[in-house]
């Protein structure tokens, strides 16, 4: 979510890969989430094809957040 917390990160860092969704945005998502009477309420719609991704090969998944982690660093 884009907020004056991730403003000073560049390009969002690790949130931003996607795309940064405004609270607007995140909050519109979750009202017709509910709506729907949906349990997994997912404002980004890349994202279910990522759990998907998960499910059926952890490995591949864990490789790929590991690629990610690597071209970010350590922004603690």
């Not at 909050?27 to 949906?38: Q, S, T, V, Y």
Request: aromatic share 6%.
């Amino acid at each position: 979510v884009a907020t004056q917390m991730t403003a000073g990160i560049d390009g969002g860092g690790v949130a931003g890969v996607d795309g940064m969704l405004s609270a607007d945005a995140v909050a519109d998502a979750a009202w017709a989430g509910l709506a729907e009477d949906r349990f997994l309420i997912l404002p980004h719609p890349q994202v279910a094809d990522y759990a998907r991704r998960r499910a059926e090969d952890h490995d591949r998944w864990i490789r790929g957040m590991q690629r990610l982690q690597s071209r970010f660093g350590d922004l603690t």
